[in-house]
């Protein structure tokens, strides 16, 4: 096929879907439909596949962005009012090397206010829809991105991740993504950016609906610095040594682990262990029951440096007036706020958070300890099979019921290590199931490895609507 049918096949579909799901809050399709031209034009011209898949790796594939990273000629908000006419002069990093590549940018995609939310909706775009069941959320901050790609609208997809803004949205909408290795992909040209000590906890990632693909984006994103993540390296998944955590211990803070999570999880143990004849170890890890707490510390910890967070309720004001959030709590009442509501709860808890030091310090260095045990539990060869998330994609508005689920993949982003989120099929009520693999710091070819085998094992990606 040539790359004009395919970018023309991708601008029918998101035409079709997309007023159901609002996932691409701005299509670039007359640029996109001229970019496949020219890419026709230099197939004709022939310099060589070998040549043009060496320096062209990802040569005519559509792709999306979520609407936080600048794509030149594209709004950057993320889903702030008062930057509702912001549009993005030059492009992210990593945009511009997937750009380089050859990828075609078809548009950019819905996320949260500021993206600090797992619920992707905002006062500049609206709500976001999940493709399997329109009244429940794609997940957030990547949430666009997460229902773009499983509603087969795109190919890949950008996405980042501070407290599970890749994975959360990968599990809802049963697709794949990776939290890279902390420090490895660059996070530049994203809105908001991490400061201080948040600087290494967001990671930028790759989103898609096949196991295959998360690898060559990782290696596109990365630049020069996928040579530290082993992706050479062959990985015989025989000599991996897994284990599995059913559950976080029991915070009080989180929803139990639904039935049906549990036992697609335990499938998954079960198929390693008669198809790979090995032994799936059982852990419980008893500091994971705080994850909630220990992230929520160690994001408003000072850096090395002694510098503060950067406070919630600066960045909604967006270097304009401070925001005050319970001014503007009163405000949302009465339907008068520009702001989404979790937003603002968010601008109000991070006060309290500021009240405790001591019990912050205590949990800092709580965390710090969970890392030294992650990293010698996993060690060189150790994958750990753990929840994505404790329900399956909840209805819309059910989140600011259960704040805190989200600490299920928030941990990792704290721990620096890198986690695959893997789709395993759909639940009785037709929703995505799915399971976290994480690995020790630079063993992303681990997780990478073990989602290609659960995606033939499992089935990968299931059409939404296909009965």
Known sequence: VTCIEVVEAYVERIKEVNPLINAVVKDRFEEALQEARQVDQLLAEGPGD???????????????????????????????????????????????????????????????????????????????????????????????????????????????????????????????????????????????????????????????????????????????????????????????????????????????????????????????????????????????????????????????????????????????????????LIKWLVGMSSHTLPAIALGLTEKLVKLNPGGNAKLVSMGKSLQEEMESLLGPDGVLLYPSHPITAPRHHSPICMPFNFAYTAIFNVLGLPVTQCPLGLSSEGLPLGIQLVAASYNDHLTLAVARYLEKAFGGWVLPGKV
């Open 50 to 328: 070998d040549f043009l898949e060496e320096k062209f790796p990802l040569l005519g594939v559509p792709i999306t962005v979520k609407e936080a990273f600048a794509l030149h000629g594209m709004p950057n908000t993320s889903g702030l009012v008062n930057r509702r006419n912001v549009i993005a002069t030059s492009d992210a990093t990593v945009v511009s090397r997937l750009k380089q590549a050859g990828a075609i940018p078809l548009g950019v995609t819905n996320c949260s206010e500021l993206c600090m939310w797992y619920e992707s909706s905002n006062k500049v775009y609206g709500r976001t829809n999940n493709p399997y069941d329109l009244q429940r959320i794609v997940g957030g901050s990547s949430g666009g991105e997460g229902g773009v790609l499983a509603a087969a609208c795109s190919v890949i997809g950008v996405g980042s991740d501070i407290g599970g803004s890749i994975r959360m949205p990968a599990f809802f909408n049963g697709i794949f993504g990776h939290k890279p290795t902390t420090g490895v992909v660059p996070n530049d040209g994203q809105f908001p950016n991490a400061q201080g000590v948040r600087t290494s906890f967001l990671c930028t990632g790759p989103m898609c609906r096949y196991a295959e693909d998360l690898e060559l984006m990782l290696r596109v994103m990365a630049g020069p610095g996928a040579n530290k993540l082993k992706l050479n390296e062959k990985v015989s998944l025989e000599k991996i040594k897994f284990h599995c955590m059913d559950h976080d211990g029991g915070s009080i803070f989180v929803s139990p682990v639904d039935k049906e999570i549990l036992q697609a999880q335990k499938k998954v143990v079960e198929h390693l262990e008669s198809e790979l004849g090995i032994q799936v170890r059982r852990v419980a890890i008893h500091k994971m029951k705080y994850s909630f707490q220990i992230w929520s510390a160690m994001m408003s910890s000072k850096d090395s440096n002694g510098q503060e967070a950067q406070l919630f309720s600066d960045l909604l004001g967006d270097h304009g007036k401070p925001v005050w959030p319970l001014w503007e």
